[in-house]
Nanobody, 120 residues
Framework: QVQLVESGGGLVQVGGSLRLSCSTS????????MAWYRQAPGKERELVGV???????IYADSVKDRFTISRDNFKNTMYLQMDSLKPEDTAVYYC??????????????WGKGTLVTVSS
């Protein structure tokens, strides 16, 4: 059973930084892509950024140039570095991992989320 566990959320002031972590129970290379999503109160879940197994990261316009996705292959962990935080970044942040087997079957895995609150 694949598990994704987020950590690193908390309360931060406007303009501050936080780094979220997503640790995986297996090899991070087992995922075709990993991503960060977020869901603000009263809003739908939205994509923050995508990290494919190979290739360039893609970010939502709202976080571009402020957020950076990276990974540590040895620790099987993905990170989300968040800088210049704004009140509108307040949300529960979720880690997502997609696996596709040789038959083309896709499995979508989610963490339980970590809350980020940006105070003004």
């Amino acid at each position: 059973q694949v598990q994704l566990v987020e950590s690193g959320g908390g309360l931060v002031q406007v303009g501050g930084s936080l780094r979220l972590s997503c640790s995986t129970s297996g090899s991070i290379f087992s995922f075709n892509r990993m991503a960060w999503y977020r869901q603000a109160p009263g809003k739908e879940r939205e994509l923050v950024g995508v990290m494919p197994r190979t290739g360039s990261r893609i970010y939502a316009d709202s976080v571009k140039d402020r957020f950076t996705i990276s990974r540590d292959n040895f620790k099987n962990t993905m990170y989300l570095q968040m800088d210049s935080l704004k009140p509108e970044d307040t949300a529960v942040y979720y880690c997502n991992g997609v696996q596709e087997d040789v038959a083309g079957q896709v499995k979508d895995h989610w963490g339980k989320g970590t809350l980020v609150t940006v105070s003004s």
